[in-house]
Nanobody, 119 residues
């Protein structure tokens, strides 16, 4: 079992920045690919950014490319999402998720942190 706890959400003006953190506990963090997902009101949850267990490979949704950066520190059991040039359409609950490296489905999820971007 892996426990994930997100932090760093909040209210920010358009054009501002936030950094989300996700602290993991329970299993060997470096065995897990990690991802950030978000869900806005009335919309389906979508993938924002993912990173492999080693940090060697990252992927981003087209809507956030060039603005968001995912990273991880396996020594601290933490994955980050640096969000710059935020837009009102980035407003959502952001979730951290994990899957064992080599598998497809994300099975471990955090409780989520609210990000609100005002115009």
């Amino acid at each position: 079992q892996v426990q994930l706890v997100e932090s760093g959400g909040g209210l920010v003006q358009a054009g501002g920045s936030l950094r989300l953190s996700c602290a993991a506990s329970g299993r060997t963090f470096s065995n897990y690919d990690m991802g950030w997902f978000r869900q806005a009101p009335g919309k389906e949850r979508e993938s924002v950014a993912t990173i492999t267990w080693s940090g060697a490979v990252t992927n981003y949704a087209d809507s956030v490319k060039g603005r968001f950066t995912i990273s991880r520190d396996n020594a601290k059991n933490t994955v980050y999402l640096q969000m710059n040039s935020l837009k009102p359409e980035d407003t959502a609950v952001y979730y951290c998720a994990g899957r064992r490296a080599g598998t497809v489905r994300y099975v471990y999820w955090g409780q989520g942190t609210q990000v609100t971007v005002s115009s």
